[in-house]
């Protein structure tokens, strides 16, 4: 019976010195110790709620709201003033340890870390999902969307930043933002632990060696080159784009501003803090201050000497806008909230509306994922934070192009990111959970898996000219928004995205897709599957039912010129109507979304507004 397990369940081994024991033991030990490095406590910046309750809370030279994004730039920036006391609310608490590892970003929706919003059902999109509805996650902990993204570093193309400025958001070109980008950035001798502010911006670990050679192989067929470094995102072409990403680790700016800088006396950071409404002074034309509800509990108010940073989000910003009264007038006498500005808070919705194309992969010569290659993987990355773990397999291998043949522009309005899933993993279950596909669809699915290694290609739509719109569902701040998406209004959209779908058509008939014998998956769609597989009438069926987000809202509280009618923001995101003391800064603000990923650039934005404050009061 020497080795084998006893019916208690514990190991019984023969003859022992103990010396293999201890081994044994010391070997647990190191890995229980590994895990706990990976999120010591020094990463986060400490909680002042128990001081504030025991001491008051008096008032403050700046409030952020939201220590997400935009809001962990905010409040670094500004504490750098050591006159200026800075107080920065944050509706969750730290980051769960799932967070931290780059290849289990999708297990953190659906939890409490999540805001977990859903569209409102239209008919005509999500039609696959459950309830019809597309899932919008948020985050909520220190660090906010940032702890649950991709952790792609792409900061769009000049023409981005120079078409908002022709619109009227003058100082907003390309010329204008790349100083704040580049300023955002630590490099070199930086990465280390200075007590500065800046974004760690590193290659994910490679591999997946023979599907990163077949994507780039397969676009070089078609003429589209690989891209070394792809900064200004104008390049058309395939690279293998950096990340937010340390040592093997996510590097929000919860993290790689805030926790840095959290030692600063004059900073002070209250974790579970729900604002509730923001305080104006309709007489004085100014913001007054904050109310919040700690812990779920009691509510408190804190005063400001100079500013509201409302950096909650593209979603939860426009919120607390209209739950204060500054919203569309109509819409806000309909919920009882009396009225301090009449703008178009919640319009202007934009997103980077996705379709993912499913592969399957090297259906001859599967290995399927076994426990021990899980083992493994879990050996390597809490020791040495190396190995699948350390990345998300192909998702950084990026494709920009142009689908419009008749267009000679350089820049992109489609872009490709690749998921890989080995057979037998549960990588698969776990993206069904985090998309919310219906049984009957993800059962379809799961069959072809079981032979069978997959590929998911989002095919996402870069220029939208779709919009939607954001309203409140009641004047109770603890009740959820009404989200349309409307995805697929603009009939331009519809067409650009079939031409993607086109394109991954085209590369399935290349050598190096057929090598690896990649083919597009037909799974159980019944209301699509009446038409002819690969037709067009099909993929106008299918973007219907496989409608999915890539996180990238914007858009709710744009900024712009005195004559655009539909601005809520000026350019330097002051609201507009005079009010004093309230400043907006997040994806919220942009007239139009970006030609990528939205991370860079809302810490851009960030960037910039910290800058804009320190001028106005005269601290640069």
């Known amino acids: 019976m020497s080795g084998n397990l006893t019916?208690?369940?514990?190991?019984?081994?023969?003859?022992?010195?103990?010396?293999?024991?201890?081994?044994?033991?010391?070997l647990l030990q190191t890995l229980l110790t590994a895990q706990c490095i990976l999120s010591p406590p020094e990463m986060l910046p400490r909680d002042y709620g128990n001081d504030f309750l025991n001491q008051g809370l008096g008032p403050y030279d700046f409030v952020v709201i939201g220590a997400g994004t935009a809001g962990s730039v905010m409040a670094s920036r500004l504490s750098e003033n050591p006159n200026w006391k800075v107080l920065l609310l944050e509706a969750g608490g730290d980051p769960p340890l799932e967070?931290?590892?780059?290849?289990?970003?999708?297990?953190?929706?659906?939890?409490?870390?999540?805001?977990?919003?859903?569209?409102?059902?239209?008919?005509k999109s999500c039609l696959a999902m459950k309830n019809q509805v597309c899932y919008w996650p948020r985050g909520k902990m220190i660090g906010g969307t940032g702890e649950i993204n991709a952790m792609l570093y792409v900061r769009g193309n000049r023409d981005d930043y120079d078409n908002w400025e022709r619109k009227?958001?003058?100082n907003w070109s390309w010329q204008n933002v790349f100083p704040a980008f580049e300023k955002s950035i630590l490099r070199g001798a930086q990465n280390g632990s200075e007590a500065r502010g800046g974004t760690i911006v590193n290659p994910f670990e490679v591999s997946l060696s023979e599907i990163r050679e077949m994507l780039f192989g397969g676009d070089e067929a078609l003429g589209l080159p690989q891209l070394e470094v792809v900064q200004e995102g104008a390049d058309i072409g395939f690279a293998a784009m950096p990340g937010t990403i340390a040592n093997g680790q996510r590097e929000s700016t919860g993290k790689s501003y805030l926790a840095r800088v959290s030692g600063r006396p004059n900073l002070h950071v209250i974790k579970n803090a729900v604002a509730t409404r923001i305080n104006f002074d309709q007489e004085k034309n100014a913001v007054t201050g904050v109310n919040f509800v700690h812990r779920g509990q009691h509510e408190f108010t804190v005063n400001i000497t100079k500013e509201v940073v409302l950096s909650a989000g593209t979603l939860n910003s426009p919120k607390l806008l209209m739950l204060s009264g500054v919203g569309p007038k109509k819409h806000l006498d309909s919920l009882g909230i009396p009225v301090v500005r009449d703008l178009h808070v919640g319009d202007n919705l934009q997103d980077h509306v996705a379709i993912p194309v499913v592969f399957k992969i090297n259906h001859s010569k599967v290995q399927r994922e076994t426990m021990k290659d899980r083992l493994d993987a879990t050996y390597s990355y809490l020791l040495n934070q190396t190995g699948p773990l350390a990345s998300h397999g192909v998702a950084s291998v990026t494709g920009f192009i142009n689908s419009d043949l008749t267009s000679a522009s350089p820049y992109p309005d489609i872009v490709y990111h690749h998921l890989f899933m080995q057979s037998g993993s549960s990588n698969l279950d776990i993206w069904f959970d985090a998309i919310r596909l219906s049984d009957r669809v993800a059962q379809s699915i799961r069959r072809v898996f079981e032979n069978e290694h997959i590929m998911i290609v989002y095919v996402k739509l870069l220029r939208p000219k779709s919009r939607g719109?954001?309203?409140?569902?009641?004047?109770?701040?603890?009740d959820s928004m009404k989200i349309f998406s409307n995805y697929f209004d603009h009939p331009d959209d519809v067409d650009t995205l079939l031409r993607g779908i086109g394109f991954q058509m085209l590369l399935e008939q290349t050598l190096a897709y057929r090598e690896q014998e990649a083919e597009i998956v037909q799974f159980d769609l019944p209301e699509c599957n009446q038409f002819a597989f690969k037709s067009e009438e099909y993929w106008k069926c299918y973007m219907k039912f496989m409608t999915t987000t890539l996180y990238h809202f914007v858009g709710t509280v744009k900024m712009g010129p005195d004559t655009d009618p539909g601005a809520v923001l000026d350019t330097r995101l002051r609201l507009r109507g005079g009010i004093k003391g309230l400043r907006v800064v997040d994806g919220s603000i942009m007239p139009d979304i970006v030609s990528g990923n939205t991370n860079a650039p809302i810490i851009m934005i960030a960037e910039r507004a910290a800058d804009f404050i320190k001028e106005e009061y005269g601290q640069c």
């Open 7 to 26: 019916c208690s369940g514990q190991c019984q081994t023969g003859p022992s010195l103990g010396i293999a024991s201890s081994l044994v033991s010391t």
């Open 99 to 123: 967070s931290k590892i780059p290849a289990l970003f999708f297990t953190v929706e659906h939890t409490e870390f999540n805001w977990n919003y859903f569209t409102e059902p239209d008919g």
């Open 168 to 170: 009227g958001n003058t």
């Open 469 to 478: 719109i954001l309203r409140l569902k009641s004047s109770n701040p603890n």
